[in-house]
């Protein structure tokens, strides 16, 4: 875990700060003096069984129980039962296309609803490698209150947007082939993505793809750190000094008790 929350605090520019208890140790890093995310060890039944480090979005909800048992109504399921923990009561759930996340209330660190969300060192995007993203949206819509746009490309669109009380917050589109299992993948807000992605391959950890430009001006770029959990950052590029190969490759697995997540990834450079 040291080691985890050092490469973070590198690459993204967080704070460091142990916030272990005697029964759980455990990091949080903030941007600002504001909690972002926390990091923990995986379980020891985690590591016996194969488990592999992954980042785990947690989502505020006013009723956890009642959450969680509409979970299962909506075609998902419980993977973990509502318990205490040291952020708060937290649930783990997944999708109804398999994708996991966590519901949590009574959050021990930060606001349910953090401002300044596209400052460097928030968690600005979040967004959800599907199945078959046309048809995972009501799950969330109903569960979460979550909207799309009123307007949109349409069903054949590519990628689908939703937002949380008006404001825009990520999107779903459906995962290629390679991707073998639906997953979240969580976006941090840089200042420089070509800075960060340059100490993200010197701190030991791997870009999987060329900077992409989006059409406000923004750069995203997907990334695996040392421990082989994948993550993606978002930011400005000064389009200097960032080595940029013709494909790569990464592949993850994790398992602790009903929880599992596993996959393959093959992004090509793009050609422009």
Request: charged share 20%; aromatic share 8%.
């Amino acid at each position: 875990m040291p080691s985890a929350a050092a490469f973070y605090a590198g690459v993204v520019g967080w704070a460091v700060k142990d916030v272990s208890s005697p029964e759980l140790a455990y990091t949080l890093l903030t941007a600002g003096g504001t909690p972002a995310v926390g990091l923990m060890e995986l379980p020891e039944e985690g590591v016996r069984m194969g488990a592999t480090p992954r980042w785990l979005g947690y989502l505020a909800v006013d009723d956890l129980d009642a959450r969680t048992a509409q979970v299962r109504r909506l075609g998902g399921a419980i993977l973990v039962s509502p318990t205490d923990s040291n952020i708060g009561r937290i649930a783990v759930v997944a999708d109804p296309q398999g994708a996991t996340f966590a519901l949590v209330t009574g959050l021990t660190f930060g606001q349910s609803q953090p401002s300044g969300l596209d400052e460097p060192g928030r968690v600005g995007w979040h967004e959800l490698l599907a199945e078959d993203r046309s048809k995972v949206f009501p799950f969330y819509g109903e569960l979460l209150g979550w909207q799309q746009p009123p307007v949109e490309a349409g069903p054949e669109s590519v990628y689908g947007l939703f937002s949380v009380a008006g404001r825009t917050i990520g999107g779903m589109l459906t995962k290629l082939p390679s991707v073998s299992q639906a997953c979240w993948l969580h976006y941090f807000n840089v200042d420089d993505v070509g800075a960060a992605a340059r100490r993200v391959n010197a701190d030991g950890g791997r870009v999987l793809q060329e900077p992409i430009e989006l059409p406000d001006g923004c750069w995203i770029l997907r990334c695996v750190d040392p421990q082989g959990a994948l993550f993606a950052l978002q930011g400005a590029w000064d389009q200097k000094g960032i080595e940029r190969s013709s494909a790569s490759e990464v592949s993850w697995s994790a398992k602790w008790g009903d929880i599992a997540s596993q996959g393959r990834m093959v992004l090509h450079k793009t050609k422009r």
